[in-house]
């Protein structure tokens, strides 16, 4: 039996805001019968009344940080045969969404060391302790530094779902939390300390979501500034692709669709009426609806849109775009689809439900990336039958292929350079061959629903490294 435990700060269906959320949710319960995989976020207020009830304490004690003594409680359930840990201390974590405060350093290095601290009350013992993103980035620091008394035989993993994120603190600000006497190499970064640059110089293994951005992230223009440190520790850099739980998202099963359907043209004919229905526009089958289900940030191609938005909506097409995010874009898109009542919906909102109607409507979908570690929304599109626009960057390259008219393959439309125009001329391209070819949309939207990004495969690429890595601690132990 192999002991796996996941470090998160979110897990669906406990806690999400992101990809993360998805990922730690559904990764844990791919693997087979001889892993044990357990997951340990915060004990957010923010859970699920219904979720929260099935939380039950095991434990508590204190922890020593800052010249204090912290309260951390911890409690556990089951939830679809994989066992949660939760930590409780409500300073921390009772408050009304899960990041962007003013002490997040403080409050994730607490969590880091209350992890650490609470496993000798779990009975379970790890062999390998799987961390992700600069949340729980110091565990594999104190893990090597601090704490390997404790964990002799214990293996650690760092994903990076997002280099962007990486954790940076001044010293005097978050040292007390880390019981550091000065600024070590490995931490440090300009005068300060970048808990992420930890963890890639202290795992055993790193790992991003998907074979391109591991890639792409040893060049300066994707690193973020942790380029050179990538290349140091480029043998221990791999690439693993991100996938989605296809349970939870299946046209045939979802109950948020206005009708559910298969590879049914028809069945998805009536879900876009009924959405066209629902969203006051005109009910057309004849157009093609484009829809963007996204953060409203640079990061996602906004910027391209909106060069090139009044251009977009001179063709014949729908576009509805869901999604919260900074201010100038989502003032933009409520003005443009303002004035184009009969082409454009906006919304500014993060609804679940809505967004699974609106990939079942959708005929293409829009997701010209700047950059895109692993990228799930055109995965989830594809399982609705909605063909994807993408530009070739990260997780999009690697799940996106343009289609190509002689071998028949091919699942979506793509550009390479980050440049408006080129959006344009692909979407133009995608918009011509739905009004002009109906054959050959047709078997890209075949193709698309044809396209599989299930966990199974990607959990036996992490099982692979995690044996290596439980085969390197038994050697050590023996020599």
Request: glycine fraction near 6%; charge should be negative.
């Amino acid at each position: 039996m192999l002991n796996v435990l996941f470090v998160a700060s979110e897990a669906y269906p406990f806690a999400k805001s992101g990809g993360l959320g998805d990922v730690i949710g559904a990764l844990p319960k791919s693997f087979p019968k001889d892993v044990d995989a357990r997951v340990i976020i915060p004990l957010y207020s923010t859970i699920p009344e219904e979720l929260k009830r099935k939380i039950k304490p095991i434990c508590h004690f204190h922890i020593h940080m800052n010249a204090t003594l912290y309260y951390c409680g911890i409690s556990t359930c089951e939830y679809e045969g994989i066992t949660f840990y939760f930590i409780d201390n409500e300073s921390f974590f009772k408050r009304p969404s899960l990041y962007n405060y003013f002490d997040d350093g403080e409050r994730f290095l607490y969590f880091c060391r209350a992890v650490l601290d609470s496993i000798p009350s779990l009975d379970f013992e790890p062999d390998i302790i799987h961390c992700n993103d600069w949340q729980t980035a110091a565990i594999p620091y104190l893990l090597r530094h601090q704490y390997r008394p404790l964990f002799p035989n214990t293996k650690c993993v760092f994903t990076i779902h997002n280099i962007k994120y990486q954790g940076i603190y001044g010293f005097s600000d978050i040292n007390q939390y880390l019981h550091l006497g000065f600024l070590p190499s490995d931490l440090e970064y300009y005068g300060k300390i970048n808990l992420m640059k930890g963890a890639l110089y202290s795992a055993d293994l790193v790992t991003t979501v998907s074979p391109t951005y591991a890639q792409e992230i040893k060049d300066p223009y994707y690193g973020e500034g942790l380029d050179s440190v990538i290349g140091d520790v480029g043998d221990h850099v791999v690439g693993i692709l991100n996938g989605i739980d296809e349970s939870i998202y299946t046209p045939k099963d979802d109950p948020a669709l206005f009708v559910p359907y298969t590879t049914s043209k028809k069945k998805k004919a009536e879900n876009k009426k009924a959405l066209q229905d629902y969203l006051d526009l005109p009910i057309r089958e004849d157009v093609p609806m484009i829809s963007m289900i996204t953060r409203l940030v640079e990061q996602k191609g906004l910027d391209l849109v909106a060069n090139v938005i009044h251009e977009i909506l001179q063709l014949d097409l729908q576009l509805v775009v869901l999604g919260t995010g900074e201010a100038n874009y989502e003032n933009l898109l409520r003005s443009i689809a303002y004035n184009y009542p009969d082409k454009m919906v906006t919304i500014i909102d993060f609804d679940e439900s809505l967004s699974r109607k609106i990939y079942a409507a959708s005929d293409l979908f829009l997701m010209p990336s700047k950059f895109e570690p692993c990228g799930l929304s055109q995965m989830i599109a594809m399982r609705y039958g909605a063909v994807p626009i993408v530009r070739e960057t990260g997780g999009l390259k690697d799940t996106v292929s343009y289609f190509d008219s002689e071998t028949n393959e091919g699942n979506g439309f793509s550009f390479a350079t980050y440049n408006a125009h080129d959006m344009l001329f692909t979407i133009q391209k995608a918009v011509s061959l739905y009004h002009n070819d109906h054959t050959t949309f047709n078997r890209i939207v075949s193709n698309a629903f044809n396209s599989h990004f299930d966990w199974k495969r990607s959990a036996q690429m992490y099982l692979t490294h995690y044996k290596k890595l439980q085969e390197a601690a038994h050697h050590e132990l023996h020599t």
